[in-house]
């Protein structure tokens, strides 16, 4: 009796899902620090090729059989498993959403080599979204060899797409908010308690193989005095407006590849393999996902080259990224902004309106605007970017920022561009799933039309039926004269391949459509 009423009185839920989150955490920082370090030792190995063909240009003929070897196996590996194609964040968004299923083992394995290769070679894509894919694919491996029901196994998903991010940038806090803001629009109590566990145990992997030292540390940082504050409302509007450039021409570049129709559409990777030699002979430091460009900007440049470079850095990076090639779209991000900040704090100084002491400052603040503009996730970005820098002097400035460029992107209609992508994913590779049930969770904001309303008073939609209620801590069950409160989390049950329809509908219910 004794025993019985302690376990009645222990809730264990939460424990055992942060103790599967350090279990899946650890696997992931293990595969995510090894797909970095084959990224690092791939990448000094064309840069020591281009090397000598700068010493003898016949070298260049068997650099570009190379190339067309590498797109060649890249290609087949995505006609293989398409769902490893591009960044792997909108995939994994749309496994949560209930839009997509994928055989984590086969995207793991290809993912990794794919992203490697294509990453390492100097193309202008970044390992956070692979990273994110490869995470999200050992939590599903984890949740299906131990046998876990099916909302159980999107919490590992998002656990290990969690760790695959803070393994990557060595930012754990950043990537919870991540997944809850940008990927699951969810801040259920189980999924950052577990997303959070995963992140912690792969960033302490991570660290073991690259050392302590923050992604992007910098020195010169200042504190941006309140006099100077003018000038984050300007760069966050040009952030705002570069970042809906960006949105319009990265969803239309897959599409300026349907020009070459004789290419088949898994080996388009041809071109951009082949562009990037020129560009890896003269200007082998542009290369790769931009971390050490954004590093070297700190050092004074003139205008004209951050204006070529910026140039640069957007038309390649749409030719990389548009092939579908496995790499993301998140370093290259933060690459641009920084260019965008540095060339703003560049520009502001030779008019004699701004010290020149603050160019680092603006170079964070660009990174931090442009991705909260074109991501729509302000959170994550002032996070990511306050760990990746390894600073908390400028918290107050990236919030101005990052707010700014997101309202000038919401006004212009743009979306969050992981959800864009999504949509553009899933009219190619949407999956009938069968008639499995699952659970959907969704919060009542402030302002929601559902706010105040009793059940019975609201037209549900089809297929789905209200089974709780989560109160804080409590979990009511429903009756139709249980009035729905700001803050509560509805959970309805529904089938697993209606659950994103079913989140359309209640967002439409609610009257948060765009959510």
Known sequence: ??????????????????????????????????????????????????????????????????SFLMALGIGTLMKQEPNIMGSGIPQVEGQLAGN???????????????????????????????????????GQGFAEMTKHTESERRILIAGGGAAGLSAAFNAPIASTLFILEEVYHNFSPLIWTTALASSISANYISLHFFGLKPALQMINIQTLALSQYGHLIVLGLVLGLLGYLYQVVLLRATDLYNILHKIPVFYRSIVPFILVIPIGLYLPQTLGGGNTIILSLVDSKALTV??????????????????????????????????????????????????????TDFIIFGMAGYFAGIGKAPFTAILLITEMVGSLHHLMPLAIISLVS?????????????????????????????????????????????????????????????????????????????????????????????????????????????L
Request: aromatic residues 10%; charged residues 15%.
């Open 100 to 138: 997509l299923e994928m055989y984590w083992w086969s995207v793991l394995w290809r993912k990794f080599i794919g992203g490697a290769l294509g990453i390492g070679s100097g193309l202008f894509l970044g390992r956070e979204g692979p990273s994110i894919q490869l995470g999200a694919a050992v």
């Open 1 to 66: 009796m004794v025993k019985s009423g302690i376990r009645e009185r222990l809730n264990l839920t939460n424990l055992i899902f942060i103790l599967r989150g350090l279990a899946i955490g650890l696997i992931t920082g293990v595969v995510v620090s090894l797909f970095r370090l084959a990224i690092i030792y791939i990448f000094k190995l064309f840069i020591y090729f281009y090397h000598l063909i700068n010493q003898n240009m016949w070298l260049l003929i068997p650099m570009v059989l190379l």
């Open 306 to 359: 951050l204006l070529g470079l910026f140039l640069l850095r957007f038309i390649f990076s749409m030719i990389s990224y548009g092939s579908g090639l496995p790499g993301g779209i998140f370093l290259p991000i933060l690459t641009l902004g920084a260019i965008i900040g540095a060339t703003y704090a560049t520009s502001m100084t030779a008019l004699g309106i701004l010290p020149a002491k603050y160019l």
């Open 406 to 514: 997101f309202v000038v992107v919401d006004v212009l209609g743009g979306a969050p561009i992981y959800d864009s992508l999504l949509k553009k994913l899933i009219g190619q590779n949407e999956i009938d799933l069968g008639g499995k049930k699952d659970r959907l969770e969704t919060p009542i904001f402030a302002g929601s039309k559902l706010e105040n309303k009793k059940v019975l008073e609201l037209d549900w939609p089809e297929n789905s039926l209200l089974i709780t209620v989560r109160r804080g801590e409590k979990q009511l069950i429903p009756h139709g004269e249980t009035i729905l409160k700001a803050g509560d989390t509805l959970v309805l049950l529904t089938e697993h391949q209606n659950r994103a329809n079913l989140r359309t509908e209640m967002n439409a219910l609610s009257g948060f459509e765009s």
